[in-house]
């Protein structure tokens, strides 16, 4: 089959087709949605009128439950098509001619040819050998009576894409017969199969196929080719139990739809990646050290009803690690599996990573790619993270005005899960980062290395050893909020906090210069004349009893 070369349209093979618009089975349905007051079909004679007639595409997702073999379309209206609509699908539709012109279908050659084109091969080209498709066409004089060589392409019409509602419409057509193409995705970024191009005759014969209008004639035909859908959602797994206690280790979630598949498609790649950003600097590192309450690197396959379907590492996936990526692909067994037990269901990767630095603005992004049947989605998952600093001080100088420094003082920190700044067993976790959950000030009164990769929330500082010499004000706990980025001093204290010290309380001592020695002699000398006037006492009554 040739495009009309005066119409400059070079050779074009015709891409496979599950379904024709003559009798379409499989993933194509053929039906309409609800518009005002469509034209019912018409039966008798075909209309003179043949100038007026149109084809509408509606694109919808192929589910489990449409557009099955079972279910062949009729080019009829019917409001029950299910699967969700999709936007921005590119569809294009080029008459088919004979001896250079429109099929004659107001005579009964023009449809004996139009059926012998749809009789060669079911109509169905293989897109993997289009030459040969388009010669057993052009070249089967025993089924195609009279073709030679004069099967041909038009100009194809503006191509049309699909809107919110999923529709592309083609109006004002001629009679004839009419090649529909999906000639690209658009803007439609999730589509894993193209559906298959496929002949539509206007007018549309309803032969027996419709039950409510047997042999009548469709002048408005309505088509519902079905796409195989996937989507990718990329998460850090907030639901960790050690979100907040690891501190600086992280997990995130790689979901993936596994499409419905058109009846005889098969998937031939599945592929998840997860891509760490080097750009301006690595912040993660893959990590699959075992961290109590962080979700280690794994892969859970989830069929349509949400149960999880056993997927056995290397002999149904493998995951490779080649910084700055980490990715899994289903082997063939493993496709199969996913074919017969997941459709309609997804595929999980959760990947374990640890902060090495924090950004300027604390926002840590990580990257994410899913490749099904060639289709390539890119994700990209953000978490913000801050870092804590404090000062440790005493007042001192005149009035209380000069802040000096302590060193020696030890903290810990807790997730304040309420706020309410005590801590609260067992919702109150203390934070680690990496094997470290407690921090002393150096000289400086700070933290050698401010605490790093602290997920925004409400905090606890707990002073657990104050400075020596020095005591813990009241119970040692201060709050504090931590928020994206690092700390900062000015002009706003940000993810930085203050505490002060008492001294330990100073011993009684006698003032410099004054009467202490004095006081001493006197309280001393007092005891004595005491002492004497006790023995007199005790020497008069014994003479009395001597006497």
């Known amino acids: 089959m040739t495009r009309n070369q005066s119409h400059g349209g070079a050779r074009k093979f015709i891409a496979a087709a599950t379904a024709l618009a003559l009798g379409a089975l499989g993933s194509f349905t053929m039906a309409t949605v609800a518009q005002a007051d469509p034209p019912s079909p018409e039966v008798g004679n075909i209309r003179a009128d043949n100038h007026h007639n149109s084809i509408t595409v509606h694109k919808h997702e192929k589910t489990s439950d449409n557009g099955l073999p079972s279910d062949p379309g009729n080019g009829e209206l019917d409001n029950t098509v299910t699967g969700d609509p999709i936007q921005g699908v590119r569809f294009q539709v080029t008459p088919v001619l004979y001896n250079g012109s429109a099929f004659a279908l107001t005579t009964n050659v023009g449809w004996t040819i139009a059926a012998h084109v749809a009789d060669i091969g079911g109509g169905i080209f293989d897109p993997s050998n289009n030459t040969n498709a388009e010669n057993s066409i052009n070249n089967n004089s025993d089924n195609y009576p009279n073709a030679g060589d004069n099967i ?14 999923g529709n592309a419409v083609f109006s004002n057509l001629d009679y004839g017969l009419y090649l529909v193409e999906e000639i690209s995705g658009g803007s439609a970024t999730n589509i894993t199969d193209p559906s298959k191009p496929f002949l539509v005759t206007l007018p549309f014969p309803t032969q027996t196929t419709s039950t409510a209008n047997p042999n009548a004639w469709i002048y408005d035909v309505h088509v519902y080719p079905k796409n195989s859908v996937t989507d990718t ?17 992280i997990s995130w979630t790689i979901t993936v739809d596994i499409p419905v598949l058109a009846s005889g498609d098969h998937f031939n790649t599945f592929t998840v990646t997860d891509t760490l950003p080097t750009a301006p600097a690595q912040y993660l590192a893959f990590d699959d050290t075992a961290i109590a309450g962080i979700s280690p690197t794994s892969v859970v396959v989830l069929d349509s009803g949400n149960n999880p379907v056993s997927f056995t590492d290397v ?37 374990q990573t640890k902060v090495t630095t924090l950004p300027g603005d604390g926002n840590l992004v990580n990257d994410a790619t899913s490749v099904v049947n060639g289709n390539t989605k890119n994700v990209t998952a953000h978490h913000d993270f801050g870092n804590l600093q404090i000062l440790k001080y005493v007042l001192t100088g005149t009035g209380l005005s000069t802040k000096t420094a302590l060193a020696g003082a030890t903290f810990e920190l807790y997730y ?56 813990i004000v009241g119970t040692g706990l201060t709050q504090i909020e931590v928020v994206a980025g690092p700390f900062a001093t000015t002009p706003t204290p940000i993810n930085y906090k203050e505490i002060a010290n008492d001294q330990v309380p100073p011993w009684l001592l006698p003032f410099t210069g004054g009467n202490g020695v004095l006081i001493f002699t006197l309280v001393g000398g007092g005891m004595m004349a005491l002492a004497i006037g006790f023995a007199f006492v005790a020497f008069k009554r014994r003479k009395r009893v001597e006497a």
């Open 233 to 249: 959602v990329k998460v850090p797994k907030t639901s960790d139990t050690g979100f907040y206690s690891a501190g600086d280790s």
């Open 152 to 165: 041909q392409l038009g100009l194809p019409l503006p191509y049309v894409d699909t809107d919110a509602s």
């Open 416 to 471: 304040d899960a309420n706020n309410d700044g005590d801590i609260d067993v067992p919702a109150d976790v203390q934070v680690s980062v990496g094997a470290t959950n407690s921090w002393t000030t150096n000289s400086t009164g700070a933290f050698p290395v401010p605490i790093g990769a602290i997920k925004p929330g409400h905090y606890l500082l707990k002073e657990t050893v104050p400075p020596v010499g020095y005591q």
């Open 315 to 351: 002999t149904d996936y493998n995951i490779v690690t080649s910084n700055p990526t980490k990715t899994v692909t289903f082997t063939g067994p493993g496709r199969t599996k996913l074919e017969t037990s997941a459709q309609g269901g997804k595929v999980v990767f959760t990947v």
